[in-house]
């Protein structure tokens, strides 16, 4: 993280401020590896907070450096514009992910929108916000496709998915997640939005404990999977997702649709290709949904893979 690669990032905020963006953007992702320097930095736009995470320890010079130029960009004339009020800097590195508040306030909590749905967010607290940008296309995509549906929503966490199904028309959602606080907050942004909580059920369990319950709910029109990449004690990515496609024939329709995410950067969207056609042949691949262009990846087929899986008609899963 040189000079250069500060100025770089200077010129790219500076224009993408300019204006800011009306809903929650990521603003620079160094991740997708287009900017030397810069590979393990992003920085977030969240609406009047601008979030700058670092996913590797810089050396002492680096940080200083890193923290001044911070500083310098809300002096200038372009952050003023934007009216934000609070920089933060996120050490995601270290394993309580600290934040430091550079200017402004760290707020308590702090709500976001994205195609004009709120969302409810911690900031400074834990590792992840509770809203992941890079998933915005699959939202919408949820949103344009749950009418009238059935949804189950696997590894719900704050239940974006299920605000969008709701929202697009879907009968009713199923969200399935171990984490008990992660779906409080999902029923927080369901209740943010106004939707009916009769029609969204949450179950706060393992679920390779609990295919029973999940089952008794079905079957499902559209079955959405988004685990984490790694759960310690709960989920291996490479070893339980099978275990997830496996249960598809007991969980879908007759003419139900899956919804399938995975963001391993070691494993491309085949991984999940393959092993839908070995566990549920009854499904055939349809789509991989594009990525929103701000996170634009060295590698074409890098980043989040999102793909649609379709029963196939007169099939049997």
Known sequence: MNADALNTLTEHLLTALAPAP?????????????????????????????????????????????????????????????????????????????????????PDEWTLTEGGLRYLVDLGKKQNCGLFLDMRYGRDWVRAN???????????????????????????????????????????NHRLNGHDLNKVGFLGHELFKSWGKVKSGGPYDLVIIDPPSFQKGSFLLTKDYQRVLRKLPELLSSEGTVLACMNDPALGADFLIEGVTREAPGLRFEQRLNNPPEFADIEPGGGLKVLVFRQQSGAEL
Not at 43 to 61: N, R
Not at 147 to 167: D, E, H, P, Q, W
């Open 22 to 106: 009306a809903e929650t953007r990521r603003l620079f992702h160094g991740r997708g590896r287009r900017w030397p320097g810069l590979e393990q930095l992003t920085v977030d736009w969240m609406q009047g907070v601008l979030l700058v995470s670092l996913f590797k320890e810089p050396a002492t010079d680096e940080l200083h450096a890193l923290k001044t130029r911070l500083l310098d960009l809300t002096r200038q004339q372009t952050w003023k514009d934007t009216q934000a009020h609070t920089l933060l800097l996120q050490h995601r590195y270290l394993p309580d992910s600290h934040t430091e508040t550079l200017t402004g306030k760290m």
């Open 146 to 188: 749950a009418g009238g549906k059935r949804v189950l929503n696997l590894f719900a966490y704050t239940c974006g998915f299920s605000v969008a199904a709701i929202a697009g028309g879907a009968q009713s959602v199923v969200n399935v997640d171990m984490s008990r606080a992660a779906l409080s907050r999902g029923r927080d």
